[in-house]
């Protein structure tokens, strides 16, 4: 666990990297935005600098070239939370209507250029209005922060490693609760449950059951039976921090079919981790994987629409490598934590699922959910 | 009530055809295209997301869990519905909406602009419901790039009031809703002691909603030395003998959603507590009583606040403006708040079949605090509570 004091050494070691990049780009200074979505497909850039999730509507980081920065957030009656939880001095919580006009005024020493960042996920009404009150327009910097961010920080890798543990807790929660007769969203409501307790804040959740998957999916109404094969995609947040652990739980003794093909899949995997090393395109996880599968006859089923990626950054949002696929270039490098998931739609068996988040290190990728890798299963 | 949202909606994600039937839909949609053609429209382009769905599920169903999706519906005919999945799962997306030509897109913009060319509507008058408030800057300038010549207006209002009205299946639906909120404040009772946390409480809480088949489920606490502050996500911090615990519950089911919230102390109340809980509970029910057709939304803003002037003195002094920031009541139903809001001032008048969640957050001195909410609908006469009976604002545990 780390200490309060090494917390806030590392934030001040980002905003110290940000500004210098502001420098670099010539920036007078930076607006970051953050809206009260929060998602899986996009860096929280709010969160990296003050490490705090906005409830919103909106939220404002002001980052000046040096000093720090002053955070702006809605509601009004959130200031006591985000007060508790940033390291930054300055905050002001204020109602959505009254946010643009703050925001210009603690803008206005900023010279030109400004830039702006996570705009992805700013509504056009409110672009508008804070267009309006800073009276210029802001320069697109929506690389900037994460293009900083593709490795871990001492404290975003223990927050990493603590979201995976959970993931592993809740994977256990399935096994255990996983019966004849319980409904697929009872299922998902005990992992849920049990996630929580272990410390999750969130969870982007999928949990789907029947003898042929198609696909992974939300979990339905319907009620599980023996032979189903259960596919869990688990993926807890814990102090704004995802990790992921995907695997397959069969209600009943797997078939020497499923066995086998599940085979496949753990050796898809083995290939996709040879090849997550430092120096290599992210490509080459995906390519290794594809190959595996392809080899025993499965080539067309290693694209859409059957597949889709072989998997994806993780931490806070998305940030680099992004989604791993044949033609995805970024460039490994250590530190960066993402998962590598052979998920895969048979006709033999229909979809399975395996993948761990793992972290970069110099040797080669480290896991850090430690849930076993096999084929899942009890009597039923 | 603003709550933290999540990553990703993902409690059970089904149609319950019995609880929402599919003969809701085309009169709606008949309504809005008589709408769209009486405002001289050539069509309307409806945006939703994960956090504001309720203008395309009320013509859809479909409830987007993550990225947003877009709705054509134009001047006659049938709509369309781009949305963010793959194709191998447009069939399952079908399974979650009335509306037939169900498309997938990667790219928003190229899809919407694509969309509206093929339906012939390149120099068209297109209504616009959800996009300035929802939807991405960018996306929204390049749709605009890419169609030059279309006239675009504003037609949020229209549907809006259509909205406003609930009709007895929705009635029924939020009933459900409600529900699963009765049902996870009692799980919360059960669950209440010394030594949990928070997020254990959660834990109780939001499987009670999630077992009781919830969309989505949200938790708001004060607890401690923070009942006399403010609500928060919960966290870890454990209760201890003598807390004033409050919390806020909110469950969606098939789309739509209801509130709730209790105040409890882990022993005896003392006497402030009480007073504070008798106000927030009087201050509701001034609320209710000021409800009616056609009544301005602010007067139940005037009633609430008439009600809470005697219980000033027992207020945190730091905190006492912030018991009408959360908001003392709101339209609910498909979106978690819909109009009007009643804060002072607020002249719009009420409907008949209209749903508010009314809540009443009193920050007290000492870490004391008191919390009361109801739901109501308003018939001709006046209003009534959505469900039958009525849970007690304070309750005392252990």
């Known amino acids: ?380 | 009530m603003q709550t933290l949202h999540t990553v990703l909606k993902r409690g059970g994600l089904v149609w319950v055809q019995d609880d929402v039937p599919t003969a809701l839909f085309p009169p709606r949609l008949a309504q809005v295209q008589q709408a769209i053609r009486a405002a001289d429209h050539d069509a309307w382009l409806v945006y939703g997301d994960a956090y504001r769905y309720g203008d395309v599920a009320y013509l859809t169903h479909f409830l987007p869990r993550v990225r947003g999706v877009l709705l054509l519906v134009p001047a006659a005919g049938e709509p369309t519905l781009l949305v963010a999945v793959g194709s191998r799962d447009i069939p399952a997306a079908k399974t979650l909406t009335c509306v037939e030509d169900v498309r997938p897109y990667t790219r928003l913009p190229g899809e919407a602009v694509s969309l509206i060319r093929e339906r012939g509507l390149a120099h068209g008058r297109v209504g616009l419901v959800g996009i300035e408030e929802a939807l991405a800057v960018g996306d929204w300038d390049q749709i605009r790039a890419g169609l030059p010549d279309v006239r675009w207006e504003p037609a949020d209002d229209t549907l809006a009031r259509l909205r406003a009205r609930k009709d007895a299946t929705e009635l029924s639906v939020l009933r459900h809703a409600a529900g699963l909120v009765r049902d996870a404040l009692a799980a919360a009772r059960e669950a209440l002691g010394p030594g949990i946390s928070e997020r254990e409480l959660l834990a109780a809480v939001d499987r009670s909603m999630r077992r009781g088949a919830a969309e989505d489920a949200r938790c708001l606490i004060a607890s401690g030395p923070r009942a006399g502050v403010s609500l928060r996500p919960p966290d870890d911090r454990a209760l201890e003998p003598g807390d004033v615990v409050l919390l806020h519950v909110a469950a969606e089911y098939q789309r739509y959603w209801a509130e709730g919230g209790q105040t409890f102390v882990l022993g005896a109340a003392d006497a402030d507590t009480r007073a504070l809980a008798d106000a927030a509970r009087r201050a509701v029910a001034a609320m209710t009583a000021a409800a009616r057709p056609g009544a301005p939304a602010g007067a139940l803003a005037d009633a609430a606040l008439a009600t809470l002037k005697g219980v000033q003195p027992l207020l945190s002094t730091q905190h006492s403006a912030l018991s009408t920031h959360y908001g003392l009541a709101h339209g609910i139903g498909l979106d978690v708040e819909e109009p009007p809001a009643a804060r002072p001032g607020e002249n719009t008048p009420l409907v008949e079949g209209s749903v508010l969640a009314l809540h009443v957050v009193l920050h007290g001195r000492d870490g004391r605090g008191a919390l009361a909410e109801q739901t109501i609908v308003l018939d001709g006469s006046g209003a009534r509570p959505l469900l039958a009976e009525s849970a007690p604002t304070l309750v005392e545990c252990g």
């Open chain 1, 1 to 380: 666990m780390l200490a309060q004091n090494d917390v806030v050494a590392d934030l001040r070691a980002r905003l110290g990297r940000v500004q210098a990049a502001m420098a670099e780009r010539g920036l007078g200074g930076l607006l970051l935005y953050a809206s009260g979505q929060h998602t899986m497909l996009r860096m929280d850039q709010i969160m990296y600098l003050a490490d705090v999730r906005v409830l919103g509507p909106h939220g404002v980081l002001v980052v000046p070239p040096r000093g720090e920065p002053t955070l702006l957030v809605t509601p009004a009656w959130d200031y006591a939370r985000v007060r508790e939880l940033t390291w930054l001095a300055a905050v002001e919580a204020v109602e959505p209507d009254e946010l643009p006009e703050r925001v210009a005024l603690h803008a206005s020493d900023l010279k030109d250029p400004l830039g702006l960042g996570g705009q992805q996920g700013m509504p056009a009404a409110f672009a508008r209005a804070i267009g309006a009150a800073l009276g210029r327009e802001p320069r697109d910097a929506d690389d900037l922060v994460p293009d900083l961010a593709a490795a871990r920080t001492p404290v975003e890798l223990e927050r990493i490693r603590r979201a995976a543990a959970i993931a592993d807790q809740g994977f256990q929660a399935l096994c255990q609760a996983a019966e004849p007769s319980l409904r697929e969203h009872e299922l998902a409501a005990e992992v849920e449950a049990a996630m929580i307790r272990a410390g999750a804040e969130d969870n982007f959740g999928l949990i789907g059951a029947g003898a042929h998957n198609i696909a992974i999916r939300a979990p339905q109404h319907r009620a599980l039976e023996r032979g189903d094969v259960i596919v869990g995609e688990i993926t807890p947040c814990y102090q704004g921090y995802l990790a992921q652990l995907c695997r397959t739980f069969i209600l009943g003794e797997p078939t020497p079919l499923q066995r086998e093909k599940y085979d496949l899949l753990m050796r898809a995997y083995e290939a996709g981790r040879a090849a997550a090393v430092p120096g290599r395109p992210s490509g080459e996880i995906a390519r290794a994987i594809n190959e595996v599968i392809g080899a025993a006859g499965y080539a067309e089923y290693c694209r859409p629409p059957y597949m889709r990626t072989r998997g994806h950054s993780l931490g806070l949002g998305a940030v680099v490598p992004y989604d791993l696929t044949d033609d995805s270039s970024p460039v490994l490098v250590e530190g960066m934590t993402f998962i590598i998931h052979p998920n895969q739609y048979l006709p033999d068996t229909g979809y399975m699922m395996l993948g761990d988040t793992v972290v970069i290190r110099a040797d080669g990728p480290e896991s850090l959910t430690q849930t076993p890798v096999r084929l899942y299963w009890k009597d039923a």
